[in-house]
């Protein structure tokens, strides 16, 4: 029985006995850590490089600069940002080995509810685009555009490219999370949900690296 | 694969084509993992606010070293590089020096190391 489920969602016979579509995500994050790797030496070449304010971590007084300007980066709550997409992470894995040992031993209730953490990942990953939003409109009322300094050109660019992950990883999120309620994923779906596992932490392991190099040096 | 032994405790998962070489963590380590994940978070915006240890030599170094810690262990666990086929640790890691030894070479190429 066991084997007649096995064998009627089996993937077509591959060289390497991968299925190609994991082979696929895990190059398509390949790709994108040199996406990310372009984006962040250009943020660093470009630092401490800016002739005008805002800067990042330090004040500017005049004649630098017209008036006097804080630090920019409001590292309080970026960290909280960052904490909520550590968390979505630990959501994300337990949405996964929710559906693989769906209906098993000590996954009942709440550990075994698929539909809780897709949830729960979801929504701190809105979160975190919440918190980017309120960062990037204050950004702007303090002066800072695309368009002041090297250190907005980057800072948005690379903040941007993240925020457009992350939204596109929340879309792929609901999208499961809509399969689910429809007609209920099962451990035979558990690839269609570990490959946007794997998105989602790379989307994570991303701002970690972000969050060093851009907020906390110096 | 012939060197594939583990199989899943769940008989309707193909842990052959999703790569799963050995049993994945329990909630139990998950959650461990995120509270390691946590205080290393904890600990390197603590350092930010300490003025003399910003000030110091081992500023940098101990935020990258904290930062590269929590890629790894993301990775690792979160991803199951640790737990799955070692075609998916060369898809990722072979990118990801090319990648980092993009952002060194440029990083010297411009300057960011000279003495100034």
Sequence with gaps: MATAAVASHAHPPTSTGLDHRKIAIWAFIGSECMLFASLISTYLIYKGRSVVGPFPHEVCDPPKCATHLNAILNIPVTSVSTFVLLMSSLFMVLALAAVENKGKPGYEGILGSSKLWLLATAIAGTTFLGFQAYEFTSFVHEGLTLRTNLFGSSFFTLTGFHGAHVTAGVLWLLTLLAIDMKRGLQPKDALLVDISALYWHFVDVVWIAIFTLVYLIR | ?116
């Design chain 2, 1 to 116: 694969m012939a060197d594939h032994e583990f199989t899943h405790t769940n008989p309707e998962i193909d842990v052959h084509a999703m790569g799963e070489m050995h049993e994945h963590p329990t909630w139990k380590q998950y959650k461990w993992v995120a509270i390691i994940l946590t205080l290393i978070t904890v600990f390197e915006v603590w350092a930010y606010y300490v003025p003399s240890f910003v000030a110091s030599p081992v500023f940098v170094p101990t935020l990258l070293i904290m930062s590269a810690a929590k890629f790894a262990i993301v990775v690792l666990f979160y991803m199951h590089l640790k737990y799955d086929h070692r075609l998916f640790r060369g898809l990722f890691t072979g990118p990801l020096i090319i990648a980092m030894a993009t952002i060194v070479s440029l990083l010297f190429l411009f300057g960011k190391f000279a003495r100034r």
